[in-house]
């Protein structure tokens, strides 16, 4: 399994673009709005994996409640799966909690599923399958 990205929330992403632009010396090379989950986000290139800066676009997102409460910072981990179905069932065994009965459409080409913060040590976890073809 490898860290597909780190997902940051912020208040604003043109003014984490700049700050991360300067903190890593690269540009994004994408920006992409995701109607579904309420956000603007940003994606750099770090080695093998990616940050994906995160923005809310409505005050019902979840990332304007996560910087309400804990302010900006890492939000989730998302992790790379060849097979999210199978994936999700061997999680759900496990005893996770899931937060979707099904994968449903995130950024950047992927299907995602979501393991409740609480199930996971503190830490949401992102599941994330490339959509292929
Ligand atoms: C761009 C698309 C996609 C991609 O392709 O990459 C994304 O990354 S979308 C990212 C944004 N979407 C999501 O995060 C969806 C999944 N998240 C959720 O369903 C909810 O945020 C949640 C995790 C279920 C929390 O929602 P809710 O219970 O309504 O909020 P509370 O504020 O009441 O939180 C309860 C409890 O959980 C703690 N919490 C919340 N978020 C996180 C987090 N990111 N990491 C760790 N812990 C988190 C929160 O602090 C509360 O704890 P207590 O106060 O101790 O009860
Ligand atoms: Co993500």
Redesign the pocket.
């Known amino acids: 399994m490898q860290v597909e ?1 780190i ?1 940051i929330a912020v208040k604003n992403c043109n003014d984490a673009n700049h700050l991360f632009e300067n903190l890593l010396g690269i540009a994004p090379y994408k920006a992409e709005k ?1 109607e579904s ?1 309420a ?1 603007n ?1 940003s994606f750099f290139h770090v080695g093998n994996t990616k940050i ?1 800066l ?1 923005e809310a676009t409505s005050e019902n997102s ?2 304007a ?2 910087i309400e ?2 302010g900006e910072g890492i ?2 981990i ?1 992790f790379e799966v060849e097979d999210i179905y199978a994936e999700m069932e061997r999680l759900k065994s496990q005893g996770f909690q899931l ?1 979707n009965e099904a994968p449903k459409r ?3 080409n ?1 299907l ?1 599923c ?1 393991v ?3 199930s996971a040590n ?3 976890v ?1 599941l ?1 399958q490339e959509i292929r073809g």
Do not use: Q
Request: glycine letters at 10%; aromatic letters at 6%.
């Open positions: 990205h997902g995701v989950e956000v986000t994906e995160l979840a990332i409640k996560f409460k804990r939000h989730h998302a937060l995130g950024a950047d992927k995602v979501f409740h913060p609480k503190g830490v949401l992102e994330c």
